[in-house]
């Protein structure tokens, strides 16, 4: 630059020729020329290489590492030449002296050649107030009841006021998905018009030509009764619904952050919902200092309206219960009631629990629960059969999941009375006209006192459930021996010395 400055000068101020400053100053024509005509640009003086440089030891090798990259443009992409296959190849076949790093850097200045990647070029939107909301799953990990999980995020954010909502869920199920759709509409308070996903299972069963779908037929439910219109973006093409995809990563970095420790989904689905709460008094961008919750309010009016009733999200299974009166579910058994032993019985699954159905009977409802836990007995599926079988009750699966509690007083009861079964099924029959809880404080405090028969326990429920304290009851009365007095010996000495 110095010199261009010196030349420019010499012609301009001071009137020489170019042939004159070249001559006296030693500059060659070329760069006085080049001094001449720059244009101010930053790189116009600069070296422009004329010919690709030499390649010694690789240029031979040049020709076939471009047919192998040429072909992979026919092949699934997993299956394709990585770097580091081409330089084993190059070795094993042509017994080529390059070292994997040179190899490498060959490798990437011939794909940037021959595939040379088109800068994409995007668009700003607008969105209408309730015209459109965009939904994405996300996964995190949580500490849930003690157990670390790994946790799957259902998000949906509006495109008008970016008013976000996040429910956590244990999978990606079609029922969590349902239920995700309907939390998510009683949060914002009505329907978007329109909804934006990308190819995920629980919605599309095929992909057809361009952005047209062959929709689940569950998700075709949910469709009609809401009678919103869902928007499929291109396969791989996740900028299509950058909003939610944003709000993914946003939520997982500021919301599960350090990693949340909770008693269960329910409780950390109500800090995710106080934390999107929060986020509508955020001001919105580029929208003139109005905040999130202001055009949120200006959506809810041209929303569709919410039904009378919510959409039952859930999915139904039918199901066969075996000689053990257990059906099963995602691997998992859960009992049913005695008497539908061996019965095809119909079942509805939810997110969080099923449903256990004889005809439009319902017959048994079960929290949903992992494989690690199963099976889950209830006991008052199986009273008729302990009925039968009293003798049953001290080895029965069904009585040792009651816990600790119940089976240290089962066994307690039974070496006060021998055989008793009969009596100690008695005990757990309580459970048909008190609640299970209630019936264990009842045990628990029976054991304490030492109480071991079928009146003293219903005597113990009863005040529980009164809430009111009673002193234990009496023993049952045995055989009592009179004792005497002392004293009479001492007149039976006297008598004897008299």
């Known amino acids: 630059m110095a010199d261009y400055e010196f030349i420019r000068r010499l012609i301009v101020e001071h009137k020489l020729s ?38 010694p030891k690789t240029g031979i090798y040049v020709a076939i590492i471009d047919g192998w990259l040429l072909a992979d443009q026919q092949v699934h992409p997993k299956q394709r030449h990585t770097a580091k296959r081409i330089w084993q190849r190059l070795r094993e076949e042509y017994g080529a002296d390059l070292a994997e790093t040179t190899v490498r850097q060959l490798v990437a200045q011939r794909r940037a050649e021959l595939a040379p990647r088109s800068r994409q070029v995007f668009l700003m939107l607008t969105f209408q107030a309730g015209d459109l909301a965009q939904v994405d799953w996300g996964e995190a990990q949580a500490v849930i009841a003690g157990v670390k999980r790994k946790i799957y995020v259902f998000c949906m954010r509006l495109g008008y006021s970016t008013a976000p909502f996040m429910m956590t869920f244990p999978s990606m199920r079609m029922e969590c998905f349902l239920a995700g759709h309907v939390m998510a509409f ?146 998992v058994r859960y009992s049913v009631p005695s008497r539908y032993a061996e019965h095809t019985l119909r079942l509805e699954a939810f997110w969080d629990h099923i449903e256990v159905y004889d005809g439009a009977t319902l017959i048994a409802h079960h929290p949903i629960i992992t494989k690690a836990e199963s099976p889950r007995l209830l006991l008052e599926h199986y009273l008729d059969v302990l009925q039968q079988k009293p003798g049953a009750v001290r080895h029965a699966r069904v009585v040792a999941q009651l816990g600790p509690a119940a089976t240290g007083y089962r066994d307690a009861f039974l070496q006060a009375h021998p ?80």
């Open 419 to 498: 055989e008793a079964y009969d009596e100690f099924v008695r005990i757990l029959f309580l459970v048909r006209t008190h609640p299970w809880p209630l019936v264990l404080e009842a045990i628990t405090q029976a054991a304490e006192r030492r109480v071991y028969t079928v009146a003293g326990v219903e005597q113990i429920l009863q005040a529980c459930r009164n809430g009111s304290a009673t002193e234990p009851p009496a023993l049952p009365a045995g055989p009592t021996v009179e004792q005497p007095d002392p004293s009479s010996f001492d007149r039976l000495l006297e008598v004897a010395a008299g």
């Open 18 to 55: 170019a042939r004159e400053v070249a001559r006296q100053f030693h500059f060659s024509r070329r760069t006085v020329k080049a001094a001449l005509e720059w244009d101010g640009s930053e790189d116009a003086h600069r070296y422009k290489r004329r010919q690709p440089p030499p390649r």
């Open 186 to 331: 009683a949060y914002f308070g009505g329907v978007p018009r329109h909804i934006v996903y990308d190819n995920l299972s629980s919605a599309v069963k095929r992909i057809l030509r361009g952005h047209k779908r062959e929709m689940t037929a569950r998700f075709e439910q949910l469709v009609a009764y809401y009678l919103f219109k869902p928007d499929f973006a291109t396969p791989a093409a996740g900028w299509e619904k950058g909003l939610v995809e944003g709000f993914v990563g946003y939520s997982r970095r500021n919301y599960l952050v350090p990693v949340p420790d909770v008693s269960s989904y329910a409780a950390l689905n109500e800090a995710l919902r106080a934390k999107t709460l929060a986020e509508a008094a955020r001001l919105a961008a580029d929208r003139g200092g109005q905040t999130i919750g202001a055009l949120w309010l200006e959506e809810k009016a041209n929303f569709l309206p919410l039904p009378k009733t919510p959409f039952r999200a859930s999915t139904t299974h039918t199901v066969r219960s075996d000689k053990f009166s257990v059906i099963r579910y995602q691997h």
